[in-house]
């Protein structure tokens, strides 16, 4: 079964700081991608995707993603982050193809400091 | 369009107390699904619908959750009897066959089990 590890529980940076976020997969098949933020009392919103074609995604506000096939890995960033991307962002994947259910990771806390 | 709708958007009951949850997805969307996000954790799925039918119930504790989509529309996800760890935000989101854009979220219904 499909896994998802991020490797920050909480991140701290500074206003213009620039941002990775890490995430790793485990699937030994072709999978589908996904970025998703939860800003404070929001709900859950896509930030980006990726299926297939370019592995470097661009997705809203300023935030990209690279899949790296030969290292299992879909990290986020963002080369200056605001203020407002104090949120926190969950890598998701599934396998390419099917309708079927996201396998979610525990998710990366980030605070922009002003 | 209209989002994914929840309601309620708090609930606080007692434990061995039952509780129930409304989602109704977004127009045409056939697949629905309820994660259960505990704190600090990622979301988890507990069961996904296609049309009416149960396509993914493995992770439901079916010994006191229970969720029905009758109409192959809104859905309804119980808890009966509730135990302290069952406190968590329970998710509904919802998608077009194909899963081309990724699910989209309600804002979720926060359960405080005391």
């Known amino acids: 079964a499909q896994s998802v590890s991020q490797h920050n529980h909480h991140v701290i940076l500074s206003e213009a700081a620039s941002l990775e976020l890490g995430c790793n997969y485990s699937?030994?098949?072709?999978?589908?991608l996904f970025w998703y933020v939860q800003y404070p009392g929001q709900h859950l919103q896509l930030l980006l995707k990726y299926f297939s074609g370019d592995p470097l995604v661009k997705g809203i506000k300023g935030f990209e993603a690279e899949f790296i096939k030969s290292k299992f890995s879909f990290n986020l960033r963002k080369p200056s982050v605001q203020w407002s991307d104090t949120a926190e962002y969950f890598c998701?994947?599934?396998?390419?193809?099917?309708?079927?259910?996201?396998?979610f990771g525990k998710g990366t806390r980030l605070h922009i400091l002003p | 369009e209209a989002g994914v709708a929840q309601s309620p958007r708090y609930k606080i009951i007692e434990k061995r107390q039952s509780v129930a949850f409304w989602c109704n997805p977004i127009s045409g969307h056939a697949t629905l699904y309820w994660y259960q996000q505990i704190l600090g954790q990622g979301p988890k799925l507990l069961i996904q619908?296609?049309?009416?039918?149960?396509?993914?119930d493995s992770q439901l504790p079916k010994d006191r959750f229970s969720a029905e989509r009758l109409k192959g529309v809104d859905s309804t996800l119980k808890i009966q009897p509730a135990k302290l760890e069952d406190s968590a935000v329970y998710l509904c989101?919802?998608?077009?066959?194909?899963?081309?854009?990724?699910?989209?979220f309600g804002s979720g219904t926060r359960l405080t089990v005391v």
């Open positions: 619908f296609q049309n009416n039918g149960v396509v993914d």
């Open positions: 699937y030994g098949g072709t999978v589908n």
């Open positions: 989101a919802s998608s077009q066959p194909g899963f081309s854009g990724g699910y989209t």
């Open positions: 998701a994947v599934t396998p390419a193809g099917r309708d079927d259910k996201i396998i």
